[in-house]
């Protein structure tokens, strides 16, 4: 059994994109990429780095971002079009512990469950990642590894932000948890927090698909902060 990538990309060619690839390269048979009309060297970025191994990559020549949910589903019915065994979604600033390469193979191989729940931990900077009432991702599995099964019917939550990046219909899956986390950097510098405040501002700003106070806390000058005590797979 095999697992596919799957991801979304913008404007990660000076970002997190090189490193993510490669780091999860081992765990990976094959990759599906949609480029959300990038103007950088996102595309030149995967292309090098994947070039061994089966990649489709999907251009989309305006950005769908504005409107989330067209754009996961785009992702998930491109993704499905290649019949993948398993499909890890994860974004380009995502890092999955190595030592998931331990839990792969019997993962792949076994019967029981469909999809693999994780922990995510919102890393603020290289070392140490944001834990209050506004961040708590790490203390939710959430699925990130699922297995495609071609005679459901899938269906989304449809909401133009936050829609989530799998169909709501994984939840019904026999789903187990992993010990292995993923480090997610997109808030781990100040430049990252300030872009993500103002996207939020410009596309939720009466918090109607997010939380507004958790967006007003993106720019806090003094959060609570916890040491990463888990493999250290960002140098």
Known sequence: MSITLSMV?????????????????????????IDDASTDDTITVCKEVLSDIPLKIVENKESRFV?????RKQQWNETIKTNPSWILNLDSDELLESSFLTQLEIITNQQMYDAVYFRLYDMWNNTHYRDDQYWYAHKTYRPFLVRFKPSDNYVWKE??????R??????QYHHFYSTVKIQHFGWSTEKDRKEKYERYMKLDSKGIFGCLEQYQSILDSNPNLIKWSGNSDYN
């Not at 799998?166 to 939840?171: E, G, H, K, S």
């Open 9 to 33: 990309v913008k404007n990660e060619g000076e970002r997190y994109l090189r490193r993510a690839l490669l780091h999860h390269k081992p765990f990976i048979d094959a990759a599906v990429i």
């Open 67 to 71: 409107n989330e949910i067209t754009l």
């Open 159 to 164: 909401t133009a932000q936050h829609c989530g």
């Open 166 to 171: 799998f169909p709501l219909t994984i939840a």
